[in-house]
C-alpha cells in the first residue's frame, strides 16, 4: 500500500504550527500509522521582510496584530499550556524577538533530501520556543545541523546559494496560489487540508477517512 503524503506548509517561529503538528504526530502514533504515512514541509514565511535584527516580539504583535500586552500574555499561557500536553516547552520571555526564518527554510529544504526534515524542523522549533535561540544565527542553525546528523558545513553552503533563495520564494508562492494564507497548513494526499492546529481527534478522523479509503477491497 502507498504511503499516505501529509503536506504541513508552515514556518519556523509559528507556535500553532508546532501544536498543530505535534497534535498531529500524536494521532499518528496512537492510531500507530507511523509506517504508513510521508511527511513533507513546505516553507510558510510569517514575516518575510524582518531585518536581520528582529523584533522584540511584543511590539511586532502589537504592531501587526493589534493585540494588547493582556492579550498577549493570555495567549502565550494558552500556548504554553497546550505545549506542555504535548510535552513541547514554550518559554516565551520580555527579551524575545521574531527573527527572519529564510535560512531555515532552505535549511529544511536540504534537510529533506537527507530523510531529517521533520528532525530538523522540530530541533530549529525547540531552539527557537524553547531554548531562547535565535534561528537566523548560523552559529545556531550549525549546531542544529549537527544535533540532527546533518553535515553543517555542508548545509551551510546552500544559505549562499541565489537559486536556492529563490526557490523558495517560488514555492511561497506556489501554496499561496492554491489559497494557502495561513499557518499551519496540513494537506493530505493532496485531496482535504486541514488549517489550524486542530484537536488530535480531527486528525484521527481525517487519517482514519483516508487510509480506510485506502485499503484494498476484500
Known amino acids: 500500500m502507498n504511503k499516505l503524503k501529509i503536506d504541513i506548509v508552515s514556518d519556523v517561529v509559528c507556535p500553532w504550527c ?11 502514533n496512537d492510531l500507530n500509522l507511523q509506517n504508513s ?46 505545549g506542555a500536553e504535548l510535552g513541547f516547552k514554550f518559554d516565551y520571555f520580555d527579551e524575545m524577538k521574531i527573527v527572519n526564518t529564510r ?3 532552505i535549511l529544511l529544504d536540504y534537510a529533506k533530501r537527507f530523510g531529517k526534515q521533520t528532525d530538523l524542523k522540530m530541533r530549529l522549533t525547540a531552539a527557537f520556543f524553547g531554548e531562547r535561540q535565535d534561528v537566523s544565527n548560523r552559529q545556531v542553525l550549525a549546531k542544529a545541523l549537527n544535533d540532527v546528523g546533518l553535515d553543517a558545513e555542508e548545509a551551510l553552503k546552500t544559505l549562499d546559494d541565489d537559486e536556492k533563495r529563490y526557490q523558495i520564494k517560488s514555492e511561497e508562492a506556489y501554496w499561496q496560489n492554491l489559497g494557502v494564507n495561513s499557518v499551519p497548513t496540513i494537506i ?31
Open 18 to 28: 508546532t501544536i498543530g503538528y505535534k497534535r498531529l504526530e500524536k494521532a499518528i
Open 37 to 82: 504515512v510521508e511527511l513533507e514541509w513546505h516553507p510558510f514565511e510569517l514575516n518575510p521582510y524582518m531585518p536581520k535584527e528582529g523584533q522584540n516580539i511584543h511590539e511586532h504583535i502589537t504592531e501587526k496584530y493589534g493585540a494588547s500586552m493582556e492579550q498577549q500574555k493570555e495567549s502565550q499561557r494558552v500556548m504554553t499550556e497546550a
Open 103 to 105: 535560512d531555515a527554510h
Open 188 to 218: 493530505f494526499d493532496q485531496k482535504s487540508a486541514v488549517r489550524g492546529a486542530q484537536p488530535v481527534d480531527v486528525f484521527k478522523n481525517v487519517l482514519n477517512e483516508l487510509t480506510q479509503s485506502a485499503a484494498p477491497q476484500e
